[in-house]
């Protein structure tokens, strides 16, 4: 079935680096783009970054913007996200979830919890 | 930069009842505009994409509508099932936005 499964959550200190990976399967990785979504405790859904299905055009949230990379591994059905200095507020579920169409998002992964704290 | 804003932050109705749940754009937005609900401990679930069309297995009780700035979800009857947290979004020149959410709890 169509399934999307973060991993590499976990506490990091601030100004540490982190990378979370979402392997995808049940669907033709290569020809969707590919989000990251993120949910502070008790809080709404902040959406992070897109890559195009080819890794060619990456976007980014401007509170992420210079700190965090988004990329893909079409050869291996995986999706990154490096997280580079992290900082507290930047502590929430991080989801990944396929592009639908050009607007949406219609396959969601059940998550990995990043608590930045030292 | 577009600010979605929804209302009300809280729906208290009973099952069977008709929901409406409203989301305005601080600008006048394009067609990409999508519903999701979300429950406790879930990730969100896609519900309406380009602000009227049904996602895939949704069942016909949701329906999206509006453009311009103001877009709206309505539930027509609600089941048991619905009472969660629903969010609107939208994608603007590969930026997106999602509204703060309306949690819909049972009256």
């Known amino acids: 079935q169509v399934q999307l499964v973060e991993s590499g959550g976990g506490v990091v200190q601030p100004g540490k680096s982190l990378r979370l990976s979402c392997v995808a399967s049940?669907?033709?990785?290569?020809?969707?783009?590919m989000q990251w979504v993120r949910q502070a405790p008790g809080k709404g859904l902040e959406w992070v970054a897109v890559?195009?299905?080819?890794?060619?055009?990456?976007h980014y949230a401007d509170s992420v913007n210079g700190r965090f990379t988004i990329s893909r591994d079409n050869s291996k059905n995986t999706l990154y996200l490096q997280v580079n200095t992290p900082r507290a507020e930047d502590t929430a579920v991080y989801y990944c979830?396929?592009?639908w169409g050009l607007g949406a998002f219609d396959i969601w992964g059940q998550g990995t919890m990043v608590t930045v704290s030292s | 930069e577009i600010v979605l804003t929804q209302s009300p932050a809280t729906l208290s109705l009973s099952p069977g009842e008709r929901a409406t749940l409203s989301c305005r754009a601080s600008?006048?937005?394009?067609?990409?505009f999508a519903w999701y609900q979300q429950k406790p401990g879930q990730a969100p679930r896609l519900l309406i994409y380009?602000?009227?069309k049904r996602a895939t297995g949704i069942p016909d009780r949701f329906s999206g509508s509006g453009s311009g700035t103001d877009f709206t979800l309505t539930i027509s009857s609600l089941e048991p099932e619905d009472f969660a947290v629903y969010y609107c979004?939208?994608?603007?020149?590969?930026?997106?936005?999602f509204g703060p959410g309306t949690k819909l709890d049972i009256k």
């Open positions: 979004q939208h994608r603007s020149n590969w930026l997106f936005t």
């Open positions: 600008r006048s937005v394009s067609g990409f």
């Open positions: 380009d602000a009227s």
């Open positions: 049940g669907f033709t990785f290569s020809t969707y783009g």
């Open positions: 890559i195009w299905y080819d890794g060619s055009n990456k």
């Open positions: 979830a396929r592009l």
